[in-house]
């Protein structure tokens, strides 16, 4: 069983930063793209990063210049550094991850952190 558990969601100022982890552990061969999204209330769930095993990375226009991702392949860790935030960036942040397992390459999603930036 796969697993992927995001830690260092909270509360944060307008103009501060906060960084999210997110840990894959289980039956793993080996893991492609990983990145993250984010769900706020009332609205649907988007794209905020996304980085290949290589460390080529995408980001939302909405982030560009203010989040960073990375990863650890050994650790099968992502991370998100954000800074500058905005109130607009509170949501719910999801990691994603595409792991290849013996015999089969699935999708698999964290259950989500809380980030809520106060004005």
């Known amino acids: 069983q796969v697993q992927l558990v995001e830690s260092g969601g909270g509360l944060a100022q307008t103009g501060g930063s906060l960084r999210l982890s997110c840990a894959a552990s289980?039956?793993?061969?080996?893991?492609?793209?990983m990145g993250w999204y984010r769900q706020a209330p009332g609205k649907q769930r988007d794209l905020v990063a996304t980085i290949t095993t290589g460390g080529s990375t995408n980001y939302a226009n909405s982030v560009k210049g203010r989040f960073t991702v990375s990863r650890d392949n050994a650790k099968n860790t992502v991370y998100l550094q954000m800074n500058s935030l905005k109130p607009e960036d509170t949501a719910v942040y999801y990691c994603n991850a595409d792991i290849v397992k013996p015999g089969v390459r699935m999708n698999y999603w964290g259950k989500g952190t809380l980030v809520t930036v106060s004005s």
């Open positions: 289980g039956s793993i061969f080996s893991i492609n793209a």
